[in-house]
């Protein structure tokens, strides 16, 4: 079985910044692609950014310039540094996980950690 618990989360003004981290562990083989999505009330789950084990990033167009995603291989851990917030980044935000565990194919996702930015 595959944990992932996000942290980070909270409440800043517009133009702030916040930090999110999620760490993966258990019974994992590999970890291919670690990715932050984020749901925001009344909308439909949305790829934020991911980033594979290579290193090699993606960004969602409303985010880019603005987020950097990050990861630590060896702790099986991604962050999303988050600046320049705005009101539209509100949202809960969750990491999740592909790769492989030891009975196949491993997707796994957080339980989310809210993000909310004022005006």
């Known amino acids: 079985q595959v944990q992932v618990v996000e942290s980070g989360g909270g409440m800043v003004q517009a133009g702030g910044s916040l930090r999110l981290s999620c760490a993966a562990s258990?019974?994992?083989?590999?970890?291919?692609?670690m990715g932050w999505y984020r749901q925001a009330p009344g909308k439909q789950r949305e790829l934020v950014a991911t980033?594979?084990?290579?290193?090699?990033?993606n960004y969602a167009d409303s985010v880019k310039g603005r987020f950097t995603i990050s990861r630590d291989n060896a702790k099986n851990m991604v962050y999303l540094q988050m600046s320049s917030l705005k009101p539209e980044d509100t949202a809960v935000y969750y990491c999740?996980?592909?790769?492989?565990?030891?009975?196949?194919?491993?997707?796994?996702w957080g339980q989310g950690t809210q993000v909310t930015v004022s005006s």
């Open positions: 999740n996980v592909r790769g492989s565990d030891y009975d196949g194919f491993l997707s796994s």
């Open positions: 980033i594979t084990s290579g290193g090699s990033p």
């Open positions: 258990g019974s994992i083989v590999s970890i291919y692609v």
